[in-house]
């Protein structure tokens, strides 16, 4: 049954079209299943009904036609209850609504499962017979699990109709969902930065140009095969020759009268080059897969490896320099930082990423250079997207592909308040941070995600609360030396003369690696990572340390802060290797005895746990400074990079504001000076609410600067005060979002957290 459920699948997602597919599916199932009857019913959220799309066994002329409210039947019922219904006798139910378009009267069995995906319905599929009976266990483990695999390929086969004209259904759906990830709106023709080759991204295309993707396969192919010829020679003086077999596996596999044979016809049939070899390639690996002999089995990743090595040759053909338009926007399967800079200054004006959430790191780089983004558009042919106009809204996460005239006119109209807003807020940049009450608080810049940060003198911030002094270790292929290090670190702290410097030490692990120092965990977040990697590399630590102090000859404005500390005896090791640093140096160049400034030492409080222990810390260090971003992520147990827990990350969770809160609290209590450099700070509502907490230091990407001071300048302290206790009584994230645009609203802020004034 297992084949027979991947076959089913497998068909289903090559069909471009979602109604072919769909009648396909049901009469598969029917048969498989050896029923009188399958049918599958899809949602329609914006008339609250299911529609019956394609049955084998039910009246053809109700298909598209034939609607259940979700509260009606039982097809609302399985709906409702989200999971499978079944009855030996449906017309006794209690639930059972009569349809006489569809003539189901000489059926009397039910089974109907949920298809969900994201706890979002989509549809409804069933089985039915004349028999009355319960279906058995098998059967309904068949068809739940039908309905599970079934759920990705339909949000996929969805977004295919929305973004290729489909003229069967008569109109043409334009709207995807995904998490915004950096406010703004921007509107543009879409560049696709093309994946790595590999076959599970490759959109299904047909293009009837048959003899020109000839051409290109067959161009592919034979540079495969010298690839294959190249490596065999390279490898030919190090492995056996019985090895080296693999490769004229891969030469035959490649020859017409197999792979290349199924190739040809598909391409013949109107497929192209890369559509029919993933068609025939995905077609290969479920037979292989599905054959007994276990030697025989795993050849399917042989088979998955070839088809990957030729689409990587068909990418290449495809990589033609284009030329860029003015102004546009990005799109790819995961936008990186390193694309970021490559295409900022190139007309960039939003950001598309299929995967990523609101805070991976290409939305935090987004944010800093003020670029409207969307993370998480699941399940999108990445390939249609590209030269389509489209509308990205930062604040919503709504994405618009070929907007008709009246959505545009909308949205330039948005637009252009928006820059009027930015030269608005542009006003208060050199003016103080101070509430209309008189209270004050410093803003500071978050530094060092580019290599450039000279803009950043300007942006209206009194110093830097975090320089990630990661960036440079990352774009080399060995560690930096002390000397190259201590050039880096002068050149910050002499750029913000007068003003403080909070480097923070290296922090890598996680999300972020060097490639000359590979770290491969199962939970890398958990793992090795920030200061216990330092810790345990003291030659790492005390050289980055070292270069600090010297740098900081003549400047005294340095202040040191140690990443991911959860524990009191690693802050002791930290500064014992610190004041090492120190007093070597002072040995060392003794021209500077009694000049050599100590900088001051501080901790990230991101692990729940030092918040128990803020006391002991106290005693050790000069400053704390919340990094909300990891320990939201820690509190609420959520992998902040995973698009499908994006929406259980949420720095407005009441766990998170009340953890917030007992900082502030406890840090006064015990007079440590307090900051903040979470992506928190940089949210008008976050800045409002950590005010009103006690925090009197926000640090942020330099796009916010402004845009904070404005908010900060436009509200009453005590105002701010009441706000937070309100939002702190609250239950859920949702209700905090709730209230906290409302309050905006009230006191003319609307603009920050939504398009337009």
Not at 482 to 493: A, M, N, S
Not at 568 to 594: C, F, H, K, M, W
Not at 640 to 648: F, G, I, K, P, Y
Request: aromatic share 6%; proline share 4%; charged share 20%.
């Amino acid at each position: 049954m297992l084949t027979t459920l991947r076959r089913i699948v497998l068909e289903f997602s090559q069909d471009p079209k979602l109604q072919s597919a769909l009648l396909r599916m049901v009469s598969q199932v029917k048969k498989a299943m050896n029923t009188d009857c399958c049918s599958v019913y899809l949602a329609d959220y914006e008339k609250q009904h299911f529609v019956l799309m394609a049955s084998d066994g039910l009246a053809e002329d109700s298909l598209g036609h034939t609607t259940i409210g979700f509260s009606e039947g039982l097809v609302g019922l399985v709906g409702q209850r989200e999971e499978p219904l079944n009855i030996a006798n449906a017309r006794f139910h209690p639930h059972f609504k009569h349809i006489p378009e569809v003539r189901e009267d000489e059926l009397n069995a039910f089974l109907g499962t949920p298809i969900i995906h994201r706890r979002k319905v989509l549809g409804i599929l069933i089985i039915q017979q004349k028999e009355a009976r319960n279906f058995t266990e098998n059967e309904e483990a068949f068809l739940v699990t039908l309905s599970a695999q079934l759920a990705m390929v339909l949000v996929n086969a969805e977004a295919r109709g929305i973004l290729g004209h489909n003229q069967d259904n008569g109109k043409w759906l334009k709207q995807l969902k995904g998490v915004p990830g950096s406010p703004g709106v921007a509107m543009g023709n879409i560049i696709v930065s093309q994946p790595k080759a590999d076959l599970d991204s490759v959109s299904l295309q047909k293009v009837y140009a048959s003899a020109e993707q000839l051409k290109r396969y067959n161009e592919a192919v034979a540079k495969t095969r010298v690839d294959f010829a190249d490596m065999s020679v390279k490898l030919g003086t190090i492995i056996s020759d019985a090895s080296l077999d693999i490769f004229e596996v891969y030469k035959q596999l490649l020859d017409t009268a197999n792979l290349g044979k199924d190739v040809t016809s598909k391409i013949n049939s109107g497929w192209s080059a890369e559509s029919a070899l993933k068609l025939v390639i995905d077609n290969y690996i479920v037979k292989f897969e599905s054959i007994e002999d276990s030697y025989l089995r795993e050849r399917a990743s042989d088979i998955r490896d070839l088809g990957n090595r030729v689409l990587f040759n068909l990418q290449q053909q495809a990589r033609v320099d284009e030329s860029l338009p003015e102004e546009f926007i990005l799109a790819a399967q995961d936008v990186t930082a390193s694309m970021l800079a490559e295409y900022q200054h190139l007309g960039l004006k939003g950001i598309i990423s299929l995967s990523g959430s609101n805070n991976s790191h290409a939305a935090i780089l987004s944010r800093a250079l003020g670029l409207p983004a969307i993370m998480g558009v699941e399940s999108v042919p990445l390939a249609q997207l590209h030269q389509q106009l489209a509308i990205v809204d930062g604040y919503s996460g709504d994405l618009f592909i070929a907007p008709d005239e009246a959505l545009k006119r909308e949205y330039q109209h948005l637009i252009a308040e928006e820059d009027a807003l930015t030269v608005k807020v542009k006003q208060v940049v050199d003016l103080p941070a101070i509430t209309q009450d008189g209270k004050a608080i410093e803003l500071l810049l978050n530094a060092g995600l580019s290599t450039g940060f000279e803009h950043s003198q300007h942006s209206g911030a009194v110093g830097i609360g975090l320089y990630r002094t990661e960036i440079p270790f990352m774009n080399r292929s060995c560690f930096p030396s002390e000397q190259e290090q201590t050039l880096w670190y002068r050149h910050v702290l002499s750029a913000f003369p007068k003003q403080t410097v909070t480097m923070r030490t290296l922090d890598v692990g996680g999300d972020k690696s060097l490639p000359y120092f590979p770290i491969v965990e199962e939970n890398p977040f958990l793992g090795w990572r920030g200061i216990r990697i330092t810790l345990d590399h003291p030659e790492i630590f005390l050289l980055q340390v070292r270069a600090m102090i010297k740098a900081n000859l003549g400047q005294n404005n340095l202040e040191i802060m140690l990443p991911m500390v959860s524990s009191v005896s690693e802050v002791d090791d930290a500064i014992r290797l610190i004041n090492q640093a120190y007093y070597e140096l002072s040995s060392e160049l003794p021209e500077t005895e009694g000049k050599l400034p100590r900088p001051r030492i501080g901790i990230m409080l991101e692990v729940p746990g030092v918040i128990f222990q803020l006391q002991e810390l106290s005693r050790r260090v000069d400053f704390f400074s919340v990094g909300s971003n990891d320990l939201t992520q820690y509190l609420l147990a959520v992998d902040r990079n995973n698009a499908r827990v994006a929406s259980l990350y949420d720095g407005y969770h009441p766990a998170v504001l009340r953890a917030l809160k007992t900082i502030a609290d406890e840090s006064g209590k015990y007079m440590v000076p307090l900051s903040i450099c979470g992506e928190l700070a940089s949210d008008p509502a976050g800045a409002i609410l950590l005010l009103a907490m006690g925090y009197d230091k926000l640090s942020m990407n330099p796009h916010n600067v402004a845009r904070i001071k404005w908010v900060i300048r436009h509200i009453d302290f005590q105002r701010a005060k009441v706000i937070l206790a309100h939002a702190l009584s609250l239950e859920t994230a949702k209700q905090v979002h709730g209230y906290l645009n409302e309050q905006l609203e009230q006191i003319g802020l609307g603009g920050f957290v939504r398009a337009g004034m």
